[in-house]
């Protein structure tokens, strides 16, 4: 069972769109996904705060571009639900659920003040956003030809998830188990606000399972128990969600049909 999440300092909802409203009625997920371009979009960058521009300067222009592309996205995807333009949004952390520092926690939405929860992944130039309303969520998405699979898979899986590895004929089906493996812990240890800090071993995640599967996973703070699914992505991507067991609402795939670009999933409900 989990424990009661912390939201004091959550205050009440001004929800301003349906899109928020449709959080706050059905305790949906929205899962948002997209990739950014290969030049530095001027206006991406007039959307980030000096913090972000700072991060994407003192990059690489490929991994710069990449950052800017992905967090400009957030702003915009946010922006939908928070009634604000985007480049006023502000974003804080919140303390550690270890150490209760204040700098190395989830990252949240600190103006304006909502009750919205968000994650964003990034592999390449890919990134996925996961938003809900009141409730903790993680989400991962990896690229499987930028890994060695044999190399990772004992640094990070338990012995169970290691004997379905090894169990599976071809190559393709390894691959397939070890990123369902890994994008699963790591939506789990983001949605909890640890981290890779996690002994990955420690945490089972049930691959020879399609899915949403129950895993447990504590921390001082915070919810112990965990509603895991596989979140369906563009080819070699692998993605995965997690959220507070309790969550009833569906994941729902969304689009923004401003961005002119063609989608890489259809839109719609997953499977829950």
Not at 45 to 71: F, I, K, P
Not at 124 to 152: F, K, Y
Not at 224 to 253: C, K, M, N, Y
Request: net charge neutral.
């Amino acid at each position: 069972m989990s424990r009661p999440t912390n939201r004091a300092d959550q205050p009440a909802d001004r929800a301003v769109g349906a899109e928020y409203r449709e959080l706050l009625d059905t305790g949906a997920v929205h899962v948002w996904q997209g990739s950014s371009a290969g030049l530095l979009d001027p206006a991406d960058a007039a959307l980030l705060s000096d913090e972000e521009l700072l991060v994407v300067r003192r990059r690489s222009q490929e991994a710069g571009t990449r950052y800017a592309g992905a967090h400009a996205a957030l702003r915009r995807i946010l922006a939908r639900y928070l009634g604000t333009p985007p480049e006023a949004i502000r974003f804080g952390r919140r303390p550690c659920p270890r150490c209760e520092h204040p700098e190395h926690g989830r990252p949240r939405v600190s103006a304006p003040d909502t009750g919205l929860d968000f994650n964003l992944s990034r592999s390449g130039p890919h990134w996925i956003v996961a938003v809900t309303a009141g409730r903790q969520v993680g989400i991962d998405l990896e690229d499987a030809r930028s890994l060695d699979v044999d190399g990772s898979a004992e640094l990070m899986m338990s012995r169970a998830e290691l004997r379905h590895l090894r169990g599976q004929s071809t190559e393709a089906g390894r691959t397939a188990a070890f990123f369902r493996c890994w994008t699963r812990k790591e939506a789990v240890v983001k949605a909890s606000g640890v981290g890779i800090l996690t002994d990955l071993r420690a945490l089972d995640v049930q691959p020879a399972r399609e899915g949403p599967v129950s895993v447990r996973h504590e921390e001082p703070t915070g919810p112990t128990d965990w509603i895991v699914q596989d979140v369906p992505a563009a080819p070699h991507l692998f993605a995965a969600l997690a959220r507070e067991a309790g969550s009833t609402g569906p994941v729902v795939v969304r689009h923004d049909d401003a961005s002119g670009r063609a989608p890489a999933v259809p839109e719609g409900a997953v499977s829950t």
